[in-house]
């Protein structure tokens, strides 16, 4: 019912900066909180910052000040702009939407496939 596509990940330099989207698509009615979540190698999946629809945001302690995450709900569409970018960022990159489906159905949540980050030298 809801699929999401995320896009922009690579490859960048300690330091650098990077810009992550994730679409919405689907027969949903409305989506409400979005957010981002990433998975290191051999690591646990964390999260990474939450956007309600009105614009709210909410970071990780170990992304604040550093990465901001916004929204286009014309677009249906959610952003991670990452800068200062360490090392440690680098992971596996999905990003997740809870929607309304058009049956009626509230609090769905979908999830995308992810796009990798590597942050190097």
């Known amino acids: 019912q809801v699929q999401l596509v995320e896009s922009g990940g690579g490859s960048v330099q300690p330091g650098g900066s990077l810009t992550l989207s994730c679409a919405a698509s689907?027969?949903?009615?409305?989506?409400?909180?979005m957010g981002w979540y990433r998975q290191a190698a051999g690591k646990q999946r964390e999260l990474v910052a939450t956007?309600?629809?009105?614009?709210?945001?909410n970071y990780a302690d170990s992304v604040k000040g550093r990465f901001t995450i916004s929204r286009d709900n014309a677009k249906n569409t959610v952003y991670l702009q990452m800068s200062s970018l360490k090392p440690e960022d680098t992971a596996v990159y999905r990003c997740n939407a809870q929607s309304t489906l058009v049956g009626g159905t509230t609090g769905v949540l979908s999830w995308g496939q992810g796009t990798q980050v590597t942050v190097s030298s």
């Open positions: 956007i309600t629809r009105t614009g709210r945001p």
């Open positions: 689907g027969s949903f009615l409305s989506i409400g909180v």
